[in-house]
C-alpha cells in the first residue's frame, strides 16, 4: 500500500474536482480497487470567488480559506497538495506557507511539460478566464521557459462561457466559445495551446483544433500519480 497520498483543495468549481478524478482514473493501469490511487479530497464550493475577488474588485480574498484547506489536508496525512483550478493559483503562497507538504503546481508543471515540446521563443495559446491573464500566473513560469503567452481578443467571452458552464454544464454555446478562441489563437501564430480553466477542460475532449493541444487538468493528473506511485523519488 502507497505510504503517500495527495490532497485535492477542491469544489472550484465541484464538477473539475470530479473531473480531475476521472482524469486519475484513466491512467491507471488497475485491475482492482486497491491498484487506484489515495486522495483527500476537501470539497469545498464555498471558496470565495476568485472572479468576484480578481475582477470585479470586491468579496473576501480566497487565499486564508484556501490555506485552512491546506492544513485539514495535510493534518489529515496528505504528503503532496493539488488544487484542480488555473485561477486559484495566484494564491499559491497562501497554500505553501500554510503546510509542509508540497503543493504540485499545475500551472509550473504545465509549462515545464510545453518547454518540452517546443522550441524556445514559441508562442503558446491560452484558453483561460481572463482573471489568469490579469494576475499573469503563467507570465513568470514563461519567461523562465523561454516562452510567450497569446490570449483571447474578447476576454469577456471566456467568462461568459465560464459562467455558462459553472450554471449549465458544458453546454453547446460555451463549446461555440471555446472552439472559436481555440482557431483565433491558432490563426494568430500560437504553436500550442493550453485549456487553462477547470471549466474548459470539461470541453476539452471535443475541442477541435489545427495545433496541439495540452489540458493542465491531465498535466495535474500526470503528477499526483506520478508523486504517490514514485515512492523513491
Known amino acids: 500500500m502507497s505510504r503517500r497520498v495527495v490532497g485535492i483543495l477542491g469544489g472550484m468549481g465541484p464538477e473539475a474536482t470530479i473531473l480531475l478524478q476521472q482524469r486519475l482514473l484513466r491512467i491507471v493501469d488497475a485491475r482492482d480497487d486497491a491498484d487506484h490511487l489515495p486522495l483527500l ?14 475582477i470585479e474588485g470586491h468579496g473576501p480574498n480566497p487565499g486564508p480559506v484556501l490555506a485552512d484547506m491546506a492544513r485539514r489536508l495535510a493534518n489529515a ?12 493559483h495566484h494564491y499559491a503562497p497562501f497554500i505553501q ?17 510545453a518547454a518540452t515540446l517546443l522550441p524556445p521563443g514559441a508562442k503558446i495559446g491560452i484558453l483561460a478566464s481572463p482573471a489568469v491573464k490579469l494576475t499573469g500566473v503563467f507570465d513568470g513560469p ?10 483571447p481578443q474578447n476576454t469577456d467571452r471566456m467568462l461568459d462561457a465560464i ?9 453547446p454555446e460555451a463549446q461555440d466559445i471555446l472552439s472559436q478562441a481555440a482557431a483565433e489563437l491558432a490563426a494568430a501564430g500560437a504553436e500550442l495551446l493550453f485549456v487553462a480553466c477547470s471549466e474548459f477542460s470539461l470541453l476539452a475532449d471535443d475541442l477541435a483544433t489545427t495545433v496541439p493541444l495540452i489540458d493542465t487538468v491531465d ?15
Request: proline share 6%; net charge negative.
Open 41 to 54: 479530497i476537501d470539497m469545498n464550493p464555498q471558496v470565495p470567488s476568485r472572479i468576484a475577488h480578481l
Open 142 to 151: 514563461l519567461q523562465r521557459a523561454g516562452l510567450s503567452a497569446l490570449w
Open 97 to 113: 506557507d500554510a503546510s509542509n507538504a508540497p503543493l504540485l503546481n499545475m500551472v509550473d508543471l504545465s509549462v515545464e511539460h
Open 163 to 171: 459562467k455558462l458552464i459553472k450554471a449549465q454544464g458544458p453546454v
Open 219 to 233: 498535466v495535474l493528473a500526470a503528477a499526483i500519480h506520478d508523486h504517490i506511485k514514485n515512492e523513491a523519488s
Open 77 to 88: 496525512g496528505a504528503t503532496a497538495l493539488a488544487m484542480p483550478c488555473n485561477t486559484a
